[in-house]
């Protein structure tokens, strides 16, 4: 109100002055007690026409503080909350007003990659997958946190095959490898897990696949399933993920050591992502029983 009210007193001063000035003694326009006075309303005028209002000074300043506490105390901080919940009613962003960490030449997109450019990469996996296996591939999905759309993470491909029989037969991993996906013998995950690294995208980057391949059946697949669907029903756990990924990533992004920050990032949201596996096998189980 005061800001209108200032600018109503200037317009009448204004009048006031302009109509004493087209008397015939100019000079009263200059009069001692006048001049300091339109002056002061000029400067308080152009102090008020260029300033912000009070809601965007305000929004301005809970965004800054919010990265400025992000990027100096590695805490869990009010950008990752926001990124957390907006991304949860999945309101995405383009890729190009998406906030980016590298860690060891990997992206790591602070609102998460863009949900239908990862999805473009899963099918066509998908459709080579069943060009190259036929009747040996069972089911394909995604899995991992870049099939919970509006995550925070990299933009890499992760998905899982059923195969039957399995392992993958010789003729169909040269079909594969010259497709463009190289086995990298047994993964760590879960055994008998053969994992392909491929994809049109350079490591780390869009377009990048991590294809694991199980037997038909397998609890891997349960528990994938599982873990993206709990995630994504559950705006708690949501949160909690994408907090401790956005906290990791914010603090291996500031380590000397460039080459660990990737696996430092891994490390950092290790214990969390285990508690919510086991929260959704649990839930998974009392919801759907045993069957996938």
């Given amino acids: 109100l005061i800001p209108y009210i200032l600018h109503f007193i200037f317009i009448l001063l204004l009048i006031e002055l302009l109509m004493r000035c087209s008397r015939p003694k100019p000079r009263i326009c200059f009069s001692p007690l006048l001049s300091p006075v339109i002056f002061t309303l000029v400067i308080i005028e152009g102090a008020l026409s260029f300033s912000p209002s009070p809601r965007i000074r305000s929004r301005t300043r ?15 901080t009010t950008m990752a909350s926001t990124a957390s919940s907006t991304a949860h009613k999945h309101r995405q962003d383009d890729d190009k007003n998406n906030d980016v960490i590298m860690l060891s030449g990997y992206p790591f997109y602070i609102n998460g990659p863009n949900p239908s450019d990862v999805q473009a990469v899963f099918e066509k996996t998908q459709r080579i997958l069943q060009d190259t296996c036929g009747d040996q591939l069972v089911s394909v999905e995604r899995m991992g946190s870049s099939a919970i759309d509006g995550i925070a993470g990299t933009p890499v491909c992760d998905i899982v ?21 190289e086995c990298q013998g047994s993964a760590p995950h879960t055994d008998k897990d053969e994992w392909f690294f491929g994809g049109d995208g ?10 694991h391949s199980v ?3 397998s609890e891997f697949v349960q528990d994938m399933r599982a873990f993206c669907e709990y995630v994504n029903n559950h705006p ?4 909690r993920y994408n907090n401790v990924k956005v906290q ?3 603090l291996m992004s500031k380590s000397e050591k460039e080459d660990g920050r990737l696996i430092g990032y891994k490390q950092k949201k290790d214990q969390v992502c285990k508690d919510i596996k086991q929260e959704a096998i649990k839930w998974w189980i009392e919801t ?5």
């Fill in 202 to 211: 350079e490591p780390g980057h869009l377009g990048r696949v991590v294809l």
């Fill in 288 to 292: 759907n029983g045993n069957s996938l």
């Fill in 248 to 250: 990791g990533a914010i």
């Fill in 215 to 217: 037997p038909k059946g």
């Fill in 236 to 239: 708690e756990a949501f949160e």
């Fill in 161 to 181: 095959a059923e195969l039957s029989p399995w392992p993958m037969n010789e003729q169909n991993k040269a079909k594969l490898e010259e497709a463009g996906y």
């Fill in 62 to 76: 809970r965004t800054t503080t919010g990265i400025l506490s992000a990027a100096s105390s590695g805490t869990t």
